[in-house]
């Protein structure tokens, strides 16, 4: 069975600055993908950025980038120049290659102090 | 127009009704599932359909009945709910190619569920 672990319950971060939220794994599968969510308090889940594993080059996404070590089994998600609409609950998820079974980590609550 | 779309979004009930929770997607996917965020904001997985066949039924108690009439609709019904029941229930949808298709799930707006 897949699990996907953050650490980091709660994090802050000044406006304007860069913070990195950790994500773990465990798989035994070569292929499949990762994903980080947004979840503003209206709970609306926005995808932020999303990464397949058979690719070695990081995804980025404007202000959202990923540092993808699948041999560490390792997830981050940075986000540069922090706004304060970044404030939300950011969830790691790993997706199985045959698309089937989809899996969230606890979140991490994000907070960007202006 | 909304992708995936869930009604109604909020609910107050009392305990020990019946009530049901509709999902919608126009995506195309073939798969839908039904996730239950509690006030933790634990996203719990409880139903996945792929093509109307259930694929996945996490423990959760028989109260809980979802009904697939087709691939595009994904109905969750509950039966005499408790109190504990009260949560966010998400409704999400994907496409299940087997292959390096860009597989991506999208989420429902929620739909909040409160038991008195």
């Known amino acids: 069975a897949q699990t996907v672990t953050q650490s980091q319950p709660e994090m802050s971060v000044q406006e304007a600055e860069t913070v990195t939220l950790s994500c773990t794994y465990d798989t035994s599968e070569s292929n499949y993908y990762l994903f980080w969510y947004k979840q503003p308090p209206s709970r609306q889940m926005i995808l932020v950025i999303r990464q397949e594993a058979y690719k070695q080059q990081n995804a980025t996404e404007n202000r959202f980038s990923v540092n993808f070590q699948k041999a560490a089994k390792s997830f981050s998600l940075k986000i540069s120049d922090s706004q304060l609409g970044d404030t939300a609950m950011y969830f790691c998820a790993f997706m199985t290659f045959a698309g089937n079974q989809f899996y969230f980590g606890t979140g991490t609550s994000l907070t960007v102090i202006p | 127009d909304t992708a995936v779309s869930q009604t109604p979004k909020y609910l107050v009930t009392q305990m020990g009704n019946d009530k049901s929770i509709k999902c919608e997607q126009n995506?195309?996917?073939?798969?839908m599932y039904w996730y239950k965020q509690d006030s933790k904001k634990f996203l719990k997985i409880m139903f996945s359909?792929?093509?109307?066949?259930?694929?996945i039924n996490e423990t959760v108690p028989n109260r809980f009945s979802p009904k697939s009439p087709d691939k595009a609709h994904l109905n969750l019904h509950i039966n005499s709910l408790e109190l504990g029941d009260s949560a966010v229930y998400f409704c999400a949808s994907s496409h299940t190619s087997g292959g390096f298709s860009g597989n991506t799930i999208y989420f429902g707006e929620g739909s909040w569920l409160t038991v008195v």
């Open positions: 359909y792929n093509n109307k066949e259930l694929i």
């Open positions: 995506l195309g996917h073939d798969t």
